[in-house]
């Protein structure tokens, strides 16, 4: 035991939402989870779990400071107050790292001005993290504050992957350059999988599928990623729930220059108003595939597209790795919807890669793998779970520090 022993509270700050587990790194379980919703309106919502209890509450909440004041009111009325959770640091997801943080570090004022800084790189995210620690320091100021940066997982991407071919000087002036997000879950869920598979991590050469409302891919070679689907924003690659991925610049600029919409109204389209949700309307993959199910063409379609494109990323990748020994799906989609996994290994025959039916219709809260022992690639299936994921490198960086 190190005095630094024990709980992690660990807080996810959005434009408009706050989530928020209170997390036991040794063990994995969490004491307390809750999500604060429509912050800076008056039909705020709070949901709070603890001990198997779920709390529901309709309040006006102005903003991220204020949610943090409910979090604490709604722990104590609940039965575990914040003061008596064991809570020894706090631990922050902060979307953009930028080129100068890889790394979680200690939130410092110079750290801070520089998340501020990285807005211009994620103006939907990084100035709510940056929200979202301030009003963590207010309420807990002796306690140390880590970044645990979404970023962070890619800073190991070659030149040759992270490189926009366009002009050198401006790409630089700007940082523009590949970055990549999802990291503490592409880190989480590779690292669980060569204990799965009881194979040498050094060795294995990996794709993970990321499939949530966001969705992005990794390549990993001996757990070091070569390779992401999303670039300088989370805009780029797999199809998502409201976000489109790969798109032609060209038709940004039709969108603008033919179509009259102007940048803003473009950001809004390629953020909120694409992908599923653009192609079909549905606002929830489960949605989606009531719909596919029901035979409606225009869900198929969108389902189409959706596969069709982590396939073609997969090729992409086995190539980049030279050869692939575990495809692994995780997130809302990637754990719980059997018909994507199997609509994409079906297509993946040509790997060798050889689904267990059976096995992939199991629903189940814990990694497993999904495909037969005759498969030449392993397919497996991993809960991701990022909120463990920050508290450790949390407890670590306060461990290390002097
Ligand atoms: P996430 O961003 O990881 O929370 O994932 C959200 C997405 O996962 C949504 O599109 C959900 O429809 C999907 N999802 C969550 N649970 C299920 C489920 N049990 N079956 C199918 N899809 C699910």
Same mark, same amino acid.
């Given at each position: 035991?190190?005095?630094?022993?024990?709980?992690?509270?660990?807080?996810?700050?959005?434009?408009?939402?706050?989530?928020?587990?209170?997390?036991?790194?040794?063990?994995?379980?969490?004491?307390?989870?809750?999500?604060?919703?429509?912050?800076?309106?008056?039909?705020?919502?709070?949901?709070?779990?603890?001990?198997?209890?779920?709390?529901?509450?309709?309040?006006?909440?102005?903003?991220?400071?204020?949610?943090?004041?409910?979090?604490?009111?709604?722990?104590?009325?609940?039965?575990?107050?914040?003061?008596?959770?064991?809570?020894?640091?706090?631990?922050?997801?902060?979307?953009?790292?930028?080129?100068?943080?890889?790394?979680?570090?200690?939130?410092?004022?110079?750290?801070?001005?520089?998340?501020?800084?990285?807005?211009?790189?994620?103006?939907?995210?990084?100035?709510?993290?940056?929200?979202?620690?301030?009003?963590?320091?207010?309420?807990?100021?002796?306690?140390?504050?880590?970044?645990?940066?979404?970023?962070?997982?890619?800073?190991?991407?070659?030149?040759?992957?992270?490189?926009?071919?366009?002009?050198?000087?401006?790409?630089?002036?700007?940082?523009?350059?590949?970055?990549?997000?999802?990291?503490?879950?592409?880190?989480?869920?590779?690292?669980?999988?060569?204990?799965?598979?009881?194979?040498?991590?050094?060795?294995?050469?990996?794709?993970?599928?990321?499939?949530?409302? =966001? &969705?992005?891919? *990794?390549?990993?070679? @001996?757990?070091? !990623? $070569?390779?992401?689907?999303? +670039? #300088?924003?989370?805009?780029?690659?797999?199809?998502?729930?409201?976000?489109?991925?790969?798109?032609?610049?060209?038709?940004?600029?039709?969108?603008?220059?033919?179509?009259?919409?102007?940048?803003?109204?473009?950001?809004?389209?390629?953020?909120?108003?694409?992908?599923?949700?653009?192609?079909?309307?549905?606002?929830?993959?489960?949605?989606?595939?009531?719909?596919?199910?029901?035979?409606?063409?225009?869900?198929?379609?969108?389902?189409?597209?959706?596969?069709?494109?982590?396939?073609?990323?997969? =090729? &992409?990748?086995? *190539?980049?790795?030279? @050869?692939?020994? !575990? $495809?692994?799906?995780?997130? +809302? #989609?990637?754990?719980?919807?059997?018909?994507?996994?199997?609509?994409?290994?079906?297509?993946?025959?040509?790997?060798?890669?050889?689904?267990?039916?059976?096995?992939?219709?199991?629903?189940?809260?814990?990694?497993?793998?999904?495909?037969?022992?005759?498969?030449?690639?392993?397919?497996?299936?991993?809960?991701?779970?990022?909120?463990?994921?920050?508290?450790?490198?949390?407890?670590?960086?306060?461990?290390?520090?002097?």
């Amino acid at each position: 035991m190190t005095q630094r022993d024990g709980n992690v509270l660990v807080l996810n700050a959005g434009s408009s939402s706050l989530k928020y587990q209170i997390v036991d790194p040794a063990t994995g379980e969490h004491l307390v989870k809750g999500l604060i919703e429509r912050i800076g309106h008056d039909n705020a919502t709070i949901t709070h779990e603890y001990d198997g209890e779920k709390t529901h509450r309709e309040v006006t909440i102005a903003d991220h400071a204020v949610a943090l004041e409910q979090m604490t009111e709604v722990m104590s009325e609940t039965g575990l107050a914040l003061a008596d959770a064991g809570v020894v640091a706090v631990g922050h997801r902060v979307v953009h790292g930028g080129r100068n943080f890889s790394d979680p570090v200690l939130v410092d004022e110079r750290v801070l001005a520089e998340i501020k800084r990285l807005g211009t790189l994620a103006p939907l995210h990084n100035p709510a993290n940056a929200t979202g620690i301030e009003a963590a320091q207010r309420i807990l100021p002796d306690h140390a504050h880590v970044a645990v940066f979404d970023t962070g997982f890619f800073a190991t991407l070659p030149p040759a992957a992270y490189t926009y071919a366009i002009d050198a000087a401006l790409a630089k002036e700007h940082a523009l350059r590949r970055y990549g997000f999802h990291g503490t879950s592409h880190e989480y869920v590779s690292a669980r999988v060569p204990e799965l598979l009881g194979a040498d991590p050094a060795s294995l050469k990996q794709i993970v599928c990321h499939l949530g409302n =966001g &969705a992005s891919m *990794s390549a990993i070679d @001996g757990g070091r !990623a $070569v390779e992401t689907s999303m +670039g #300088v924003t989370p805009l780029e690659g797999l199809v998502m729930g409201t976000r489109g991925g790969d798109i032609d610049p060209g038709a940004v600029l039709h969108l603008n220059r033919v179509a009259g919409l102007g940048v803003d109204e473009i950001d809004t389209l390629l953020n909120r108003g694409s992908g599923i949700l653009g192609m079909a309307g549905a606002t929830d993959f489960r949605d989606l595939m009531e719909r596919v199910e029901a035979g409606d063409e225009t869900a198929t379609l969108a389902f189409d597209v959706y596969v069709h494109r982590l396939v073609k990323y997969i =090729g &992409a990748y086995t *190539s980049v790795l030279g @050869g692939v020994d !575990a $495809v692994t799906f995780t997130a +809302g #989609v990637g754990e719980n919807n059997a018909a994507v996994r199997a609509a994409v290994c079906e297509r993946l025959a040509w790997l060798g890669v050889e689904l267990g039916e059976a096995a992939n219709e199991v629903r189940s809260d814990n990694p497993r793998v999904v495909s037969t022992p005759a498969s030449k690639v392993a397919v497996c299936v991993v809960p991701t779970n990022e909120e463990l994921a920050i508290a450790q490198h949390t407890v670590a960086v306060i461990d290390s520090a002097p």
